[in-house]
Every structure is written in C-alpha cells, then in structure tokens.
C-alpha cells in the first residue's frame, strides 16, 4: 500500500509525487491518459519532422517558479530556449510593440511610440524589482502567504502601497493610459493581460498584464528543447529515480472516503488502490466534488457554492506545419516567440465583449507561437513549426462572423474557425497561408478529450477573475489545498494560485499532506504519553 496517490500526471500531480518522494513516502500516481504530462506534452502529429506543443508552450512562471527550481530538472536532462525577442504585438500600420529580456530593448520599442515611454516602462520595472522576490513568494505559497505577505505589507507601507495596490487592481486600459502616452506600452500589457480571460475593462487585468509582462522582461517565455513534453520527462524521471510509481491508462471514478477521510481510490476497471496516509487529486474543481467524491461527503455549502464556479474562456488551437518563416510586416516579430494578434487595445476590447456576449468573434485576439525561432529543434531547416489559440464561448449564442458557427464544433465549424485564425494571422504576415504545408484543428471537445482538467479547453482551471481569486478559489472560503474531506488535498490549478505551469498547487498539496501527517504524529505521541501517565507508567 503507498502512502499517497495521487490522481493525475499533470504538471501539478507530478510536482506533488516528486516532493512527497523526497519526504520518504511511497508514491503512486494514477493517470487517465495514455502518457503522462496533463497539458505538458507535444508530438509530431501535424507533419513529420515537425514537433507540435499540444497546448502550453511558453513557461515564464516556470522560470519563475521556486518549486521547479528547487527539483533542479536539469539533472533531469531539461534544457530551456529563448526567441531573440520575448514578444511582439504589430500592429497592421507596420509598428510593433517589442518585449525583450533586455530593457533596453523593450524601452527603445516603446519609444518609437511615444517618447518618454521607455522611462515609464523602465518606472513600472523599478517597482517589479523592488518587489518582486516577495510578489512570487506571496505568488508560490499557500494563501494565506503569512511570511510574504507580513515582509510585503511592511515594505509596501513605507513605499508607497497604496499607490501600488491601485495599480494592481486597475483595468488594463486603465493603467496603460495613466502609465503611456503611445499605443506600445499598452499594447504589452492588455496583450499579456488577454492571458487570461481578463477584459481590458475588468477590474485586476492591471496587475496580471504588469506581472506577466514583468516576467516576461526578467525571465522570457522560455520552452523545453525538444518540445514541452521534455518538461513531463524530466520530471517523470526524477519521480521514478526516487522509487514513485505511475501509470498510465488508469483512469480513477471514485475517491473513498471511510469515517470522513480518504483512504484510497476505485478505478473505471474496478480496482481499488488504497492510500496509507494522503490522496492528492491534480483533477478539476467540478470533477473533484462533483464526480469523484460521493455527495454526502461534501458539506451542502460547498455544494452550493460549485453551482456558481466559473471556467475561464473556451479554447480554439490551430497547429501548423509551415514552410518558410512567418513573412511579418512587422520585421521585429520575426525574432519573437510569442506574437499578440489585435489591431490595438480597441480591438482586444471588441473580442472580449463578443465573447461575453456569448459570440464566436468575427476577428479573434489571437496568440501565436513561433517554435522553430525560439528552438531550432523543433522542425527542419528553413520552416516553422507554429500555433495559435483564441478564445471562444463555451456556450456559443452567435456567430460574429455571419458564418453560422454555432459550437457545435464539427468538421465543417472546424474548418470554419481555422480559416479565420489564419486570416487573423494573414492581416499581419501577407503571404502566410501559402506557406502552410499542413494543420491541425484543436476545437474544445479536442482538448477536453486530450485533458479532462480543459473543460472546453478552458486553460486556467477556472476564471482568472478577482471573485475566484484568493480565498474565494476555488470557492469561497477555501484558498487552501485542504478539502473536506480528511487526508485529501486539491492538487490542481483550480486551487491557490491558479493556472499556468509552475507547480505551485500541487507543491501546496504535498506540503498540506506532509505537514498534517507530522501533526497526526505527534498528537499520537502525546496521547500515548498522556495514557501513560495516567497509569503512573514512568517516563
């Protein structure tokens, strides 16, 4: 009997086993899919020769991340690759905002728009720097962040914080037109804040724009050399050099539950795999309390309150193999990793308000990934193995577009959505649908069935939104890995802090664990000793 399953091989899962491996305990991990990773994996299923992320592919917070950096992966043979530039956003005039890990770099971009923007870009960085050692402490540890916060509340107070605090839960459109004069700066920040499923005009998109573009300015959009399933292998191969145990194609149905705590798992081929001391689930919110866990298990508040849980936007992916570079207007974004595709911050509000709207946008903010420029591994000499995802409703009232798409997602809607993705791409690099030699189409069923966590290819395991942020994630009240039910911690990104691929969930899950089995053990000893004492047994 292991001490801890945990359910699902995601990032998140595998961080977990890894941590309570090197505590000593006996770890299985059990994953529905046919090979490990969650969202962490590529192949070569667009054309041969041609690696593919099937979905993440850029990880600042895994750069970024404390908990990655102290499994030292490299021993693990993961190599990290940058772009020459971080990102770009043209624009379809010929300029184009540009991040780069340099700041002067990214200054004098901004200058060309406005001159002055460099400094105010450089103003926003100085308080990042100042900050930003206790932003990720806050950022990578359970809420509340006690130490982080209580060392950032004294700082903050003696510089300012207020101010910053506003900052941080402006509008994005807000703070870019308070901090630029230019479209440039803005450009970087709403484009970083569309990360999410944040409006420019929603409250806190301020603060994610500024601290994704800082992260971006410090650490890049690094990617795995190779593809980002070098991430999943690595840290597969630390688990199993450290006696954890996973496998694949072992879907679970059931977490039991005896006198109110957890003591194992039943799979979908009837098995049942006892846990000694924790079950750790890297599985969604919904599907934790909705389907793993029977109802009496779950206190009627809780219930309740999951009636209300929010998914972030639905996902539309496009993957292509291409046969030249992406013949941008703009010649910077050839050096980028990462281009944002909107015609400036107007455009970006217009799709966020089609999709609340519930339509499928007519000209769709689009994210695209260069692969071969950021790592020359990924295809052969002189191609390009790129993508691009948007964002769609998941419960789709209209098309925008007057193509009748209706979410359906079938062959035809498919096919439909594609070509509109690549015309979105073709209004800033004339020329790049004749370089497509082939493509793949990753509608929401397709990502939701590669990975049950992306319910309709929702990315961050529930809305980035301030009501479901903090002790209101994943429901209210919560904010901890810790559940209801004893001996079961939430593992994923629908807990504190959230999305992206930097293992802070499931680091806060096996910390939870460890440090309640410590407790348990030592209130057994007192009690014995206490036992003892009352029957005049010496100590």
């Known amino acids: ?52 992320d099937l979905f993440s592919s850029f ?18 043979g993961l190599r990290w690759a940058h772009a020459p530039h971080v990102l770009a956003h043209p624009l379809t005039d010929g300029t184009c905002a540009v991040l780069d890990r340099d700041v002067g770099t990214t200054a004098a971009s901004l200058d060309r728009f406005a001159e002055g923007d460099g400094d105010a870009w450089r103003r926003l960085h100085d308080v990042w720097d100042s900050y930003r050692a206790d932003i990720l402490d806050a950022l990578f540890t359970p809420f509340p962040p006690v130490r982080a916060t209580a060392r950032l509340a004294l700082r903050l107070r003696a510089g300012g914080g207020l101010r910053l605090a506003r900052t941080l839960v402006l509008p994005v459109r807000r703070l870019g ?84 705590r957890a003591v194992g798992v039943r799979t979908a081929d009837g098995e049942t795999v006892a846990a000694q001391r924790a079950v750790l689930a890297d599985v969604s919110v919904p599907a934790l309390y909705g389907d793993l866990i029977e109802p009496a298990h779950v206190p009627d508040q809780v219930l309740a309150d999951l009636r209300r849980f929010q998914w972030d936007f639905a996902t539309f992916k496009v993957d292509w193999a291409l046969d030249g570079p992406v013949p941008w207007r703009c010649e910077p974004a050839s050096l980028a990793g990462t281009v944002h595709l909107a015609d400036g911050v107007d455009e970006l509000t217009r799709f966020a308000a089609q999709l609340a709207m519930r339509e499928v946008p007519d000209r769709p903010f689009a994210l695209f990934g ?76 397709t990502l939701q069935s590669l990975d049950a966590n992306l319910r309709g290819g929702a990315i961050n395991g529930g809305t980035t939104a301030m009501h479901q942020q903090l002790v209101f994630r994943p429901v209210p009240g919560t904010g901890r890995p810790e559940t209801p039910v004893a001996g079961l911690y939430l593992a994923s990104a629908g807990a504190h802090p959230g999305g992206g691929v930097h293992g802070a969930p499931g680091a806060n899950a096996a910390r939870a664990a460890l440090r309640r089995h410590r407790i348990e053990g030592l209130t057994r000893v007192q009690r014995a000793l206490t036992r003892r004492d009352r029957t005049g047994t010496k100590r």
Request: glycine share 14%; proline share 7%.
């Open 1 to 52: 009997m292991p001490d801890a399953v945990v359910v699902g091989a995601g990032p998140n899962g595998l961080v977990a086993a890894n941590l309570l491996a090197d505590a000593g305990w006996s770890v299985t991990v059990l994953e529905e899919q046919p090979e490990p990773g969650g969202a962490v994996r590529h192949d070569e299923g667009v054309a041969p020769g041609f690696a593919n």
């Open 59 to 76: 990880y600042p917070l895994a750069a970024a991340s404390p908990v990655l950096a102290g499994l030292r992966l490299q021993d693990h």
């Open 177 to 260: 037109e308070e901090e630029f004069r230019g479209a440039g700066g803005r450009l970087l920040l709403a484009g970083n804040a569309l990360h999410a499923d944040l409006a420019p005009e929603a409250a806190g998109s301020g603060g994610f724009g500024w601290l994704m573009s800082m992260l971006g300015q410090t650490y890049g959009f690094p990617v795995p050399v190779g593809g980002a399933g070098a991430l999943t292998t690595a840290l597969v191969a630390r688990l199993r050099s450290r006696g954890g145990t996973l496998h694949c194609g072992r879907r679970v149905d059931r977490i039991a539950v005896r006198d109110g």
């Open 370 to 445: 260069q692969m071969t420029t950021t790592d020359p591994t990924r295809s052969p000499r002189g191609t390009e193995s790129a993508w691009a995802y948007t964002h769609v409703p998941h419960d789709v009232r209209a098309d925008a577009g007057d193509q009748g798409i209706t979410g359906s997602w079938d062959e035809r809607e498919q096919r439909l959505m594609a070509d509109r993705v690549e015309q979105q791409v073709e209004r800033f690099a004339p020329g790049f649908r004749a370089l497509v030699r082939a493509r793949r189409v990753l509608a929401p069923p």
